[in-house]
């Protein structure tokens, strides 16, 4: 049977990679989640896979997710909530409406999706061992909810994304702990500075002494793969980003400083 994954954010960028890095392995069937529908079409002309044109945003949109799944493949081992948005402001100038906006795509949209898989994934993980068709890629049945690493630490002008990553994340920890018994494992991936179409990182990759702390989209791909069909319950991207995150609960004052004297947001996927 084939192993099937679903990428929200599919069209460009992070969602693209992830996309292609599974379209890599045997038994794989893809479906492809995001607005930009002309996108998905080539994408999907070029690696296979499903295309599912659809605004996450819309209260209505997981339902016919879940309907087009159960439809096409009736099994769901990989779902990645990867598509999300960031607006950089203060909060004095962006106010709660920044804030919900935020929340609407990075937090929200996700756990309607999820809600709305669920009883496919959890029926999946009860059926025959995921990848039992020779793939490579086999269980657990996971999602894999790629937040940023923003979600440890917050950033300036980039308070409202760090809202709904943090909670994004934290709302990741406790449905693991729900799930595992029904065998869905769930994972958080956290990028950092990532080289995109919208975000070049020009700035930090001119300079030697900032180069190192910028990675590629191919490198949180094989994130997405050690954190879901691998198992792992957090991936930092780099990996080494996992310090700061530590620093921050023993060291919150040099963490404060140190972001103090930076101008520089971290750059995200956008889908």
């Given at each position: ?8 954010g599919?069209?460009?960028?992070i ?11 045997p ?17 999907a002309?070029d690696?296979g896979?499903?295309?599912i044109?659809a605004?996450?945003?819309?209260p ?14 009736g ?6 909530n990867n598509?999300?948005?960031r ?6 100038d ?20 999820v ?8 029926r999946?993980?009860a059926?025959?061992?995921a ?5 490579s ?15 440890r630490?917050?950033?300036?002008g ?10 994004l994340a934290?709302?990741s920890?406790?449905?693991y ?7 869905v494992?769930?994972?958080?991936v956290?990028?950092?500075?990532i080289?995109?179409e919208?975000f ?12 190192w ?14 954190a879901?069909p691998?198992?792992?319950?957090e991936?930092?991207v ?11 609960v023993?060291a ?11 101008v520089v ?7």
């Amino acid at each position: 049977m084939p192993y099937v994954a679903l990428i929200t954010g599919a069209s460009s960028g992070i969602g693209e990679a992830v996309a292609r890095r599974l379209a890599r392995e045997p038994d794989v069937h893809l479906l492809l989640v995001a607005r930009r529908e002309e996108r998905l079409r080539a994408l999907a002309a070029d690696i296979g896979g499903t295309v599912i044109a659809a605004g996450l945003a819309d209260p209505a949109t997981p339902a016919r997710i879940a309907e087009i799944v159960e439809r096409e493949r009736g099994a769901l081992n990989l779902l990645v909530n990867n598509a999300g948005a960031r607006w950089a402001t203060d909060f004095a100038d962006g106010g709660w409406e920044n804030v919900e906006r935020h929340m609407r795509i990075n937090f929200e949209a996700p756990v309607r999706l999820v809600e709305a898989l669920l009883p496919i994934m959890r029926r999946t993980a009860a059926g025959p061992l995921a990848g039992s068709g020779g793939t490579s890629v086999t269980a657990p049945v996971a999602i894999v909810n790629v937040t940023s690493t923003s979600a440890r630490i917050a950033r300036l002008g980039t308070g409202a994304y760090s809202a709904a990553k943090a909670a994004l994340a934290a709302w990741s920890d406790s449905l693991y702990l729900e799930e595992r018994r029904h065998g869905v494992h769930v994972a958080n991936v956290l990028p950092g500075f990532i080289v995109t179409e919208g975000f070049p990182q020009a700035e930090l990759r001119a300079s030697r002494r900032t180069r190192w702390a910028v990675s590629d989209v191919e490198q949180v791909a094989e994130a997405v793969l050690r954190a879901g069909p691998g198992g792992v319950p957090e991936v930092y991207v780099p990996r080494y980003y996992w310090l700061g995150a530590l620093l921050r609960v023993i060291a919150p004052r040099l963490i404060r400083r140190g972001a103090a004297s930076s101008v520089v947001t971290p750059d995200t996927n956008s889908s």
